[in-house]
């Protein structure tokens, strides 16, 4: 399965920006998909999850209200609506998947262990 993160940009903080993650190859085989971000020098971090059916997703707190994941299986696509930009948004963002379904439960259940990893596309907040 191949991941194509697109959808990266500058803008101004108050501002929007839509990313998506469109998935090729067996992508009969993915599951729940999910946005990372990494500022250089930090380590990566989560920033949402949507489960295939997409009746469950979790964020961070950090994104919560401002950052909407959603997808289209028919396309294979994953989004990442984000509003009300902030400065501290900036980073390098990456859509990753799943291989096989969780069973597990509650947002510590989704943070790490991704098996598919997108190339990253770059977000720039200014001030």
């Known amino acids: 399965v191949q991941l194509q993160a697109s959808g990266g940009g500058s803008v101004q903080a108050g501002g929007s920006l839509r990313l998506s993650c469109a998935a090729s190859g067996h992508t009969y085989s993915t599951h729940a998909m999910a946005w990372f971000r990494q500022v250089p020098g930090k380590e990566r971090e989560f920033v949402g999850v949507?489960?295939?059916?997409?009746?469950?997703?979790y964020y961070r707190d950090s994104v919560k209200g401002r950052f909407t994941i959603s997808r289209d299986n028919a396309k294979n696509t994953v989004y990442l609506q984000m509003n009300s930009l902030e400065p501290e948004d900036t980073a390098v963002y990456y859509c990753?998947?799943?291989?096989?379904?969780?069973?597990?439960?509650?947002?510590?259940?989704?943070?790490?262990?991704?098996?598919?990893w997108g190339q990253g596309t770059l977000v720039t907040v200014s001030s």
């Open positions: 990753a998947a799943d291989k096989e379904p969780r069973f597990c439960s509650g947002y510590g259940c989704w943070v790490e262990g991704y098996d598919y």
């Open positions: 949507i489960s295939w059916s997409g009746d469950i997703t």
